[in-house]
C-alpha cells in the first residue's frame, strides 16, 4: 500500500538553526499538509498546500516557517531559525482531493529536538 | 471555532474485551466528517473509521464501531474482541464541509491504549 515517508525521524539542531523537514507524499496525491504535535498537546494543523501554492495556513506558521514542493516527489517544511518551542513531532500527510470526507495519509512523523 | 476533546489520555483492555474510547467536540456546524485515527508505536497514524454528520447510521469496520450522537456532539470508538495489535495511539479528528481549498483536521489529545495479554 502507499505511505507517505518522512525523513528524518529525528533531527536535533540547535537553537537559531535552520532545519528542513522532508516528505514523500503518494504519488498520485496534489493535496499536502503539515500538522505538528508538541509533547502533550494535540496535533495542530500548520498549513495546507495545493498546486503549488499555500491554500490555508494556522497562526502558528508565521515568517519563520515555509513550504515548498521542489520537485515532483518531494514536500518540504523549512523552519529558519529554530526556538525551543518549536520541539515537536512534525507529520506530513496528504490526499488525492480537497473534499472534506477524503483520507489524509500520515508519515510517521519527524521529531524535532531544538537544544 | 471547532474543538475536540478526548478525556482518557491511558485506557487498558484485556485480550479479546471490548474497550470504548470517548471524544467528543463543538462546532457549529451543520455537516462535517469525524474521524478515528489509529497511531501505532514508531508508525504512520492509519485511519480506523470515519462518520459523516449527516448519516444517522453509525459507521462500522469489522471490529471497531462508533457511537455518534450528534445532538450531544459525541463521537465514541467501540473495539471488540481487542488484540494485541490494537495497542496504539487513538486520535479522534473533525474536519468541517466546504472552506475552500482545504480540510484541516482538527485533533485532540489522543487516547493511547494497552492491550494486555
Known amino acids: 500500500e502507499p505511505e507517505v515517508t518522512q525523513t528524518p525521524s529525528h533531527q536535533v539542531t540547535q537553537m537559531g538553526q535552520e532545519v528542513i523537514l522532508r516528505c514523500v507524499p503518494i504519488?498520485?496525491?496534489?493535496?499536502f499538509y503539515w500538522y505538528r504535535q508538541i509533547l502533550g498537546q494535540k496535533v495542530e494543523f500548520l498549513v495546507s498546500f495545493y498546486n503549488n501554492e499555500i491554500s490555508e495556513k494556522s497562526e502558528i506558521f508565521d515568517d519563520q516557517f515555509s513550504v515548498e514542493r521542489p520537485d515532483g516527489s518531494n514536500f518540504t517544511l523549512k523552519i529558519r531559525s529554530t526556538k525551543l518551542e518549536d520541539s515537536a513531532m512534525y507529520f506530513c500527510?496528504?490526499?488525492?482531493?480537497?473534499?472534506?470526507?477524503?483520507?489524509?495519509?500520515f508519515g510517521a512523523g519527524t521529531r524535532l529536538s531544538v537544544l | 471555532a471547532q474543538t475536540v476533546t478526548q478525556s482518557q489520555p491511558e485506557m487498558s483492555v484485556q485480550e479479546a474485551e471490548t474497550v470504548t474510547l470517548s471524544c467528543t467536540y463543538d462546532t457549529s456546524e451543520s455537516d462535517y466528517y469525524l474521524f478515528w485515527y489509529k497511531q501505532p508505536p514508531s508508525r504512520q497514524m492509519i485511519l480506523v473509521i470515519r462518520?459523516?454528520?449527516?448519516?444517522?447510521q453509525n459507521a462500522t469496520e469489522n471490529r471497531f464501531s462508533v457511537n455518534f450522537q450528534k445532538a450531544a456532539k459525541s463521537f465514541s470508538l467501540k473495539i471488540s474482541d481487542s488484540q494485541l495489535g490494537d495497542a496504539a495511539m487513538y486520535f479522534c479528528?473533525?474536519?468541517?464541509?466546504?472552506?475552500?481549498?482545504?480540510?484541516?483536521?482538527?485533533f485532540g489529545t489522543g487516547t493511547l491504549l494497552a492491550v494486555q495479554p
Open positions: 504519488s498520485n496525491h496534489l493535496y
Open positions: 500527510a496528504s490526499s488525492a482531493t480537497a473534499f472534506f470526507s477524503d483520507i489524509q495519509y
Open positions: 479528528a473533525y474536519t468541517r464541509l466546504g472552506g475552500g481549498a482545504t480540510n484541516k483536521l482538527i
Open positions: 462518520q459523516e454528520a449527516y448519516k444517522q
